[in-house]
């Protein structure tokens, strides 16, 4: 049985940081591309960052600077580290990894708000 696990999720003022862990059982992270997604209330899921399996790794221009995507092979974990987080931020966060078959974790909530 697949499952991803996020977890880090929580309020912070803007300009403040969190990062974000999503731990896999079931698959190995590595033969995937694994990635971040965000949904904010109202809106469509996005993609935020992604890692494929060689590494290499995009971000959408909203985060460029501030996310990085990074991946323990060795704990089979995937991590988002944000920085200089902002109000628009806020959403529920989603890890992925997809390579024919898409699994998503369960979704860990961020609200960046004074």
């Known amino acids: 049985q697949v499952r991803l696990v996020e977890s880090g999720g929580g309020l912070v003022h803007p300009g403040g940081s969190l990062r974000l862990s999503c731990a896999a059982s079931g698959i190995i992270f590595s033969d995937y591309v694994s990635g971040w997604y965000r949904q904010a209330p109202g809106k469509q899921r996005e993609l935020v960052t992604s890692?494929?399996?060689?590494?290499?790794?995009y971000s959408a221009d909203s985060v460029k600077g501030r996310f990085t995507i990074a991946r323990d092979n060795a704990k089979n974990t995937m991590y988002l580290q944000m920085n200089n987080l902002k109000p628009e931020d806020t959403a529920v966060y989603y890890c992925n990894a997809n390579w024919g078959t898409n699994y998503w974790g369960q979704g860990t909530q961020v609200t960046v708000s004074s």
């Open positions: 890692m494929s399996r060689s590494g290499s790794t």
